[in-house]
């Protein structure tokens, strides 16, 4: 199977990022306040957390191609699902059952793109694959649209024909010799010091960034009154940010490792996210949509690298295992960051609104990403 299916299904996935700018419209018709949608990703991505580890070693051992294939299918019976909860309980219901899809397909989507790639070719494999992935987190673009002319639902009913479409790719499409043989599912080879320090990492990078993703939404639609059409535009900077970002990282820690490049990028995302921790009611648009954009890019400009380095530090024989590891820190590290976020905004907003609630809440996630690339550098410093 071809890193474009791999690629390709990845996207099916983050396109789940045309859920955030519907969130003030999902509140909204189910007459929740906005601290409560933060269990929409929590729901979601707590499950494809452990989907993905589980899903990635499973794999492993039963083939990549066949769990490749049917998260696919199982996303599409979500996205169905979804469109049509009838509350805000069975929307909740239909996440859980996207997450475990949505596992199972980023779970073995690395180790599809880098099959028989090079050591010095993983980054740019890793980085083709994160630049889809970038790709797919621009869904708030058409999501804006999508929203204000014909409601919420409509970013689910849009997804059921693009599952349906790479599922039938991938069913059509024959597995490479090794894309699909049965590997033991063993721990051992692996350096556990390398491993445990990059998924720290990407722990609080991207814990750090959901502070945008919930938050952004309501501070760009309801605080600055804009359409959800002119809000998407403004949100799908921070992916697109990341989707530039990601190939530029993953060629240049081919050429000079992942260490530097990954010290960089969380640079680049905290200076991002302080910036964003400043702003008021009046703040230029144009300054919100530079920081916006370099948080994103700082955040893709770090993660191949990492990823990168996660799994060199596998056996070839364990890649689902280091993909799904790498997936697992990062989503995990999502629901810290969404659960720590709502609870900022919950327990400041009567003291500071929603406003002072929000730049505190950028401001901590600043600081946890700053103090992640002083750690990242100590580390670098200390391999030399």
């Known amino acids: 199977m071809s890193r474009w299916v791999a690629a390709a299904g990845a996207l099916v996935v983050s396109l789940d990022s045309m859920m955030n700018i519907a969130f003030p419209a999902i509140a909204k018709a189910f007459s929740v306040p906005p601290e409560r949608v933060r269990w929409v990703i929590i729901c979601y991505v707590l499950t494809y957390a452990v989907t993905s580890f589980v899903g990635g070693a499973a794999a492993d051992r039963i083939g990549h191609v066949a769990v490749f294939r049917a998260g696919l299918a199982l996303s599409a019976a979500a996205f169905v699902m979804g469109g049509a909860a009838p509350s805000f309980d069975w929307l909740l219901v239909a996440r859980v059952v996207q997450g475990f899809a949505g596992g199972l397909i980023y779970g073995t989507a690395p180790a599809l793109a880098t099959f028989g790639a090079p050591p010095e070719a993983r980054g740019r494999r890793l980085g083709f694959l994160s630049a889809a992935m970038g790709l797919g987190l621009l869904g708030t673009l058409p999501a804006g649209a999508l929203v204000e002319s014909f409601g919420w639902r409509a970013v689910y009913h849009v997804r059921v024909p693009a599952a349906l479409a790479v599922l039938v790719w991938a069913a059509a499409t024959r597995a490479e010799p090794g894309q699909s043989e049965r590997q033991p599912v063993v721990f051992g080879g692996v350096a556990p010091g390398p491993v445990l320090r990059a998924g720290a990492l990407s722990f609080v990078a991207r814990g750090a960034i959901f502070a945008i993703w919930l938050l952004a939404p309501f501070y760009l639609v309801e605080t600055r009154g ?159």
């Open 226 to 384: 804009l359409g959800a059409f002119v809000g998407g535009i403004f949100f799908m900077l921070t992916p697109l940010g990341t989707t530039v970002a990601a190939p530029l990282g993953g060629r240049l820690a081919d050429r000079v490792g992942a260490s530097m490049p990954a010290v960089v990028g969380l640079g680049l995302e905290a200076a991002g996210l302080a910036a964003l921790g400043f702003v008021d009611a009046t703040t230029p648009l144009g300054a919100i949509a530079l920081a916006l954009f370099v948080a994103g890019f700082g955040l893709g400009f770090f993660e191949v690298p990492n990823m990168a380095a996660i799994m060199a530090a596998f056996p070839s024989s364990r890649q689902g295992a280091a993909g799904g590891f790498s997936f697992l820190t990062r989503t995990l590290g999502v629901v810290a960051g969404v659960a720590v976020t709502g609870q900022i905004v919950a327990a400041r907003s009567a003291a500071v609104g929603f406003l002072g609630a929000f730049a505190e809440s950028l401001l901590v996630a600043a600081l946890a990403v700053a103090a992640a690339s002083v750690f990242a550098l100590a580390g670098t410093r200390a391999r030399r």
